[in-house]
């Protein structure tokens, strides 16, 4: 998964100044089942 910065113009243009990718293979699986109970992590991200 990756973080995005940036910024929307008038338009709703959005332009990206930075970038991270984020690894979770580093996390429990309960740690991640947890954030889904919670409605904080959907599955679907990644």
């Known amino acids: 998964m990756y973080l995005l910065w940036g ?9 990206m100044f930075r970038r991270v990718k984020l690894w979770f293979d580093g ?10 109970k919670k409605g904080c992590w959907w599955p679907g991200w990644g």
């Open 27 to 36: 996390l429990p699986a309960a740690v991640l089942d947890a954030a889904v």
């Open 7 to 15: 910024t929307v113009d008038d338009a709703g243009v959005f332009a």
